[in-house]
């Protein structure tokens, strides 16, 4: 008799399981959506993008030394320099990187120009160069984003000897364009995205991850 009936209703446990782990999958799911609105930033997750693409290009301004009088001329000439041509870096960046970066050729000699008179007029009388191409660059962190030492295209700023400590930013993605005297945005590490990175391993769970958090 339980024989028969065992045999009379074939896949019956095996269904039951299926729909208790989906019941399980929808909650852990229902559970971490809301973690990703305290995840990576949008702008992180920009970062992170292009990064993995390639695509990052970046300015570092080195000052003569680190005494005071010298960092303070490296922030002056920082901001003349994005107050000079923000605007037009931001707007080739809306197309692409290769477009930004064509336009860091075509003006090297204009940013350095006004690099110069910004140091002149601040008394500095200590020559500048200004490099536009691949460089090799430090290790950097924006928020949650470990940008690794590398070969990187960008702008490096030499005032003088160039033995001070260096302001640096991203200019593609635009993220240092906006205001000229923000340094950028250092966000503390946050566990809830790592537990998202973990879970995306689990393969019942991973295909209903969202592909990145909101803006």
Not at 35 to 45: D, H, R, S, Y
Not at 179 to 190: I, K, M, S, T
Request: glycine fraction near 10%.
């Amino acid at each position: 008799m339980n024989k028969k009936h065992r045999g009379g209703k074939p896949g019956r446990v095996p269904y039951e399981w299926l729909m208790l782990g989906c019941c399980i999958a929808a909650f852990l799911l229902a559970l971490l959506l809301p973690l990703t609105a305290i995840g990576l930033t949008g702008e992180e997750w920009t970062l992170a993008q292009a990064l993995g693409n390639g695509e990052v290009i970046r300015l570092h301004i080195l000052a003569k030394d680190n005494s005071p009088e010298a960092q303070a001329l490296k922030l002056t000439v920082r901001d003349a320099v994005l107050d000079a041509f923000g605007s037009e870096l931001a707007a080739a960046g809306v197309q692409d990187a290769d477009a930004a970066y064509a336009l860091l050729e075509a003006k090297r000699e204009q940013i350095l120009i006004t690099a110069q008179a910004a140091a002149a007029k601040n008394g500095c009388g200590d020559p500048i160069r200004a490099e536009v191409g691949w460089l090799d660059l430090p290790e950097k962190q924006y928020g949650d984003i470990l940008l690794p030492a590398g070969a990187y295209r960008g702008l490096r700023l030499v005032i003088g000897e160039g033995k001070g400590e260096n302001w640096w930013c991203v200019l593609f993605p635009r993220l240092c364009l906006a205001l000229a005297g923000a340094e950028p945005q250092q966000e503390p590490v946050r566990w809830e995205w790592y537990s998202l990175r973990i879970l995306s391993l689990w393969p019942a769970v991973a295909p209903m991850l969202p592909e990145q958090p909101p803006q």
